[in-house]
């Protein structure tokens, strides 16, 4: 399978601070997406980063991409109370096909 | 906005129960999937769909089935629903674009099998 693996699986933080979250991977990929869902609710995507870039940024979220070591990680700088979500990383494989496959999340709680 | 709607926000259903969840999107886009997940597991794959009529299996088909009679409507069909089958239900959408296939979700749909 090619799924993400998350890690860690679950964070604990104060607010203001930074939140880190890593995902690993097997196979290639054309791109990796970050999605955040706040509990029992659906998905909303964050960010995309291509298998040609390293680094995106989207107002406090950073994503990095590297592909000879196959990992991405997303940091959250300034944490709020409202960042409180699980966080996943998706993958789109290499080929055709255009399924997404889901990492297992990491539940990222902000105290105030 | 895109929007992804499932019918059900929330279903009680008995072992053996023909069960039909409802996806329609409103953007025209290619594909549409359906998830399931699972404390633990994440969101595991069911059945996707890249146009009309076609579909493709996931990492977990068994158990279920899929129709898309309609670009807009994305079926999930539970033959013979198991109490193994409750979860979280997760339909999604996304245009065919290679280096921009984003998802957007409905806010799923909670199924209890009894």
């Known amino acids: 399978s090619q799924q993400g693996e998350e890690d860690p699986q679950a964070l604990s933080i104060q607010e203001g601070e930074n939140a880190t979250m890593n995902c690993s991977y097997k196979?290639?990929?054309?791109?990796l997406q970050w999605y955040r869902q706040n509990s029992g609710r659906g998905l909303v995507h964050l960010i995309l980063i291509r298998s040609n870039e390293r680094e995106k940024h989207s107002g406090r979220l950073r994503v990095t991409l590297d592909t000879s070591k196959k990992s991405s990680s997303l940091l959250i700088t300034a944490s709020r109370a409202a960042d409180t979500a699980s966080y996943f990383c998706a993958l789109r494989g290499a080929g055709n096909t255009g399924k997404l496959i889901f990492g297992q999340g990491t539940t990222l709680q902000v105290k105030p | 906005d895109v929007k992804v709607t499932q019918s059900s926000r929330y279903l009680v259903k008995r072992t053996g129960e023909k069960v039909f969840l409802e996806c329609v999107q409103d953007m025209d886009h290619e594909n549409m999937f359906w998830y399931r997940q699972d404390p633990g597991l994440g969101l595991r794959l069911i059945y996707f769909?890249?146009?009309?009529?076609?579909?493709e299996k996931g990492d977990i088909p068994e158990g279920y089935s899929v129709s898309r009679e309609k670009k807009e409507r994305f079926s999930l069909i539970l033959e013979s629903a198991s109490t193994n089958q409750t979860s979280m239900y997760l339909c999604?959408?996304?245009?065919?674009?290679?280096?921009?296939?984003?998802?957007?979700f409905g806010a799923g749909s909670r199924l209890t099998v009894l």
């Open positions: 769909s890249y146009d009309v009529k076609m579909k």
């Open positions: 196979t290639s990929i054309n791109n």
């Open positions: 999604a959408s996304s245009p065919e674009i290679p280096g921009a296939n984003v998802l957007t």
